[in-house]
C-alpha cells in the first residue's frame, strides 16, 4: 500500500511542475485562429497588452525586434490585446505596426485573459510544445528574464 501511495504523491507533484494551458481561441485581426489545439508541437509566447498601457508602449517594440532579429524559429508570437475596445485595440496596431511584427487579436469580453488569469499589463505567458505554461511574466523585461533565455536556449540546440 505504501508503494502506491508514494506512486500517487510522485505523479501529483509532477503535475504541478507544469501547469497544463486552459483552452482558448483568438482570432487575430488578420482573421486566423490561433487556439490551444491548433498550437500543439508549437512554444508560443502570448502577450497580452493593451494601448492604454505605457508599459505595454514600450515593451511592444522590444518584442518586435526580438521576434524579427533573434527569436528561434521554433517559437511562435501571438500579441492579444484586451481591457479596452475593438476600435482602440486595431487602432493602436495600425498607428504602431513596426511594433507587432507578430500576428495580433482581440481579446473580446476579455475572456481569455480571464481564462489565463491575467490580471495587469502586459502579462507574457510561455506555452511549451506540449500546451504548459512554463512562464508567466507580468511587466515589463522579459526578454532580461533568466528563465525565459533559458528556455528559448532549448529551441536553438
Not at 526580438?66 to 493602436?92: C, H, M, W, Y
Amino acid at each position: 500500500m505504501a508503494s502506491v501511495l508514494a506512486l500517487s504523491v510522485a505523479l501529483s507533484n509532477k503535475a504541478e511542475a507544469t501547469a497544463a494551458a486552459p483552452s482558448f481561441e483568438v482570432v487575430t485581426l488578420g482573421g486566423e485562429t490561433f487556439s490551444k489545439d491548433s498550437l500543439k508541437g508549437h512554444p508560443t509566447l502570448l502577450v497580452f497588452w493593451a494601448p492604454w498601457c505605457k508599459v505595454c508602449q514600450r515593451e511592444l517594440p522590444l518584442l518586435s525586434q526580438f521576434t524579427s532579429k533573434e527569436k528561434p524559429a521554433q517559437l511562435g508570437v501571438i500579441s492579444i490585446g484586451f481591457a479596452d475596445s475593438r476600435g482602440n485595440v486595431e487602432g493602436f496596431v495600425k498607428a504602431h505596426a513596426e511594433a507587432f511584427a507578430f500576428p495580433t487579436a482581440f481579446d473580446i469580453d476579455n475572456d481569455v485573459a480571464q481564462v489565463f488569469k491575467v490580471t495587469a499589463t502586459p502579462t507574457l505567458i510561455l506555452l511549451d510544445g506540449q500546451g504548459n505554461i512554463v512562464l508567466t511574466h507580468r511587466g515589463a523585461g522579459l526578454l532580461q528574464n533568466r528563465q525565459f533565455k533559458d528556455f528559448l536556449s532549448t529551441l536553438k540546440g
